[in-house]
């Protein structure tokens, strides 16, 4: 989401460990500070969806994708959903998600 909503990507190196101490949870909140505090963020309130991919069969998730950019930027990104109504923000995204 950090991503989508500031544009700043993080470095897959540093991502949380399964095992949080004081200072990745620090981090974690850090991050989710930044990112509520974003204007983006904060513009697109109550106008986006979070969809969940975890619990879609291979042909949902692959028909899903076919007909929706939120989808296949989703899946390309590897994460565990897609934002729906975020299409005027992913306008530059189509050639990563294709």
């Keep these: 989401m950090r991503e989508l909503f500031t544009g700043i990507t993080l470095d897959p190196n540093t991502r949380t460990p399964a095992m949080v101490d004081a200072t990745t949870r620090d981090r974690f909140y850090t991050n989710l500070y930044d990112l ?3 204007a983006t963020y904060q513009s697109l309130a109550g106008q986006v969806t979070l969809v ?6 291979d042909a949902e998730m692959a028909a ?6 939120a989808y296949r930027y989703a899946l390309v990104k ?3 959903f897609a934002v729906m109504g975020m299409t005027r923000f992913m306008r530059g995204t189509t050639r990563a998600a294709n």
């Design 78 to 80: 590897g994460n565990a």
């Design 52 to 57: 969940p991919l975890g619990g879609m069969k």
């Design 64 to 69: 899903a994708a076919q007909g929706g950019l």
């Design 36 to 38: 509520q505090n974003s």
